[in-house]
């Protein structure tokens, strides 16, 4: 995993180099090394997907937990509903 650090690090090089780019993505740096500047860019998505999600939630607490609660009912009755036919599948 990469430090901290060293991925804002190497953001900041990449965006004084490549301002235009997102997250200062720039081919060079991909000739130079692939494997690491991929987990750069997807820690860097991953970590703006977080941080998204989290500000939401913490500014609507009431939405969040409406959605919670829906996805847990249709996960509850999927699953009821899928024991119901597989129980009787193997009564028969």
Known sequence: MIPEAEFAHAIRMQQREYP????????RWWHQSP??????????AQLMSM??????????KRSFAIGLFTVWLVVFFVGLLENSVSSRRSSL
């Open 51 to 60: 941080q998204y999600i989290w500000a939401e939630t913490k500014r609507s």
């Open 20 to 27: 235009h780019t997102p997250y200062g993505r720039a081919m």
């Open 35 to 44: 494997p690491t500047c991929l987990l750069v860019q997807l820690w860097a």
